[in-house]
T-cell receptor
Framework: DQQVKQNSPSLSVQEGRISILNCDYT??????FLWYKKYPAEGPTFLIS?????DKNEDGRFTVFLNKSAKHLSLHIVPSQPGDSAVYFC????????????FGPGTRLSVLP | DTGVSQDPRHKITKRGQNVTFRCDPI?????LYWYRQTLGQGPEFLTY????????KSRLLSDRFSAERPKGSFSTLEIQRTEQGDSAMYLC??????????????FGEGSRLTVL
């Protein structure tokens, strides 16, 4: 049973528009959430995180929103750029220690010029 | 380049053979992690080290899998008697240790294993 779900395997967005990537989790013990980005032939790279004491965290063009009651988080990218085309993984954990991270299956984002 | 490096990048082997992957973490990082990623899935945690101590290994997939970090620097992941189901990308990551603020892991490019 997947504890972290990303129900959209792929997403296409026009350059300059907003990209919204969604993630749902089932374990109510999760208190820490992260997004990683992965380009082909490279390892995942950290993008942004949020702890459960917040409902929003922003870093430049990237904003993560957390709705704990719905066990849902989303990553907003505004404005989207072609260089954002990658696979995005959501991860959840009860803490910020890597051995406890549970990753979702990923969403492939394509930003069209 | 001072990132996490993994070797080899791609290994093709026959079923029943042993394979070993090496990971060199970022030099000042004391935590090192091994993950496995199969097609269409996210990384799955296998084991981790703090310095030379292996603090979690119960999630290694079977007793055919073992990992070492003998001097607290580089690490090796060995798979004995490989099976076709072992075909996957094996990712290494490192971090600065517990209590760091962002939860950021630094991943290597991975070692892709193909078992024929």
């Amino acid at each position: 049973d997947q504890q972290v779900k990303q129900n959209s395997p792929s997403l296409s967005v026009q350059e300059g528009r907003i990209s919204i990537l969604n993630c749902d989790y089932t374990n109510s013990m999760f208190d820490y959430f992260l997004w990683y980005k992965k380009y082909p032939a490279e390892g995942p790279t950290f993008l942004i995180s949020i702890s459960s004491i917040k409902d929003k965290n922003e870093d430049g063009r990237f904003t993560v929103f957390l709705n704990k009651s719905a066990k849902h988080l989303s990553l907003h990218i505004v404005p989207s750029q072609p260089g954002d085309s990658a696979v995005y993984f959501c991860a959840a954990s009860r803490d910020n220690y890597g051995q406890n991270f549970v990753f979702g299956p990923g969403t492939r984002l394509s930003v069209l010029p | 380049d001072t990132g996490v490096s993994q070797d080899p990048r791609h290994k093709i082997t026959k079923r029943g053979q042993n394979v070993t992957f090496r990971c060199d973490p970022i030099s000042e990082h004391n935590r090192l992690y091994w993950y496995r990623q199969t097609l269409g899935q996210g990384p799955e945690f296998l084991t981790y080290f703090q310095n030379e101590a292996q603090l979690e290994k119960s999630r290694l997939l079977s007793d055919r899998f073992s990992a070492e970090r003998p001097k607290g620097s580089f690490s090796t992941l060995e798979i004995q008697r490989t099976e076709q189901g072992d075909s996957a990308m094996y990712l290494c990551a490192s971090s600065a240790g517990q209590g760091f603020s962002t939860g950021e892991l630094f991943f290597g490019e991975g070692s892709r294993l193909t078992v024929l």
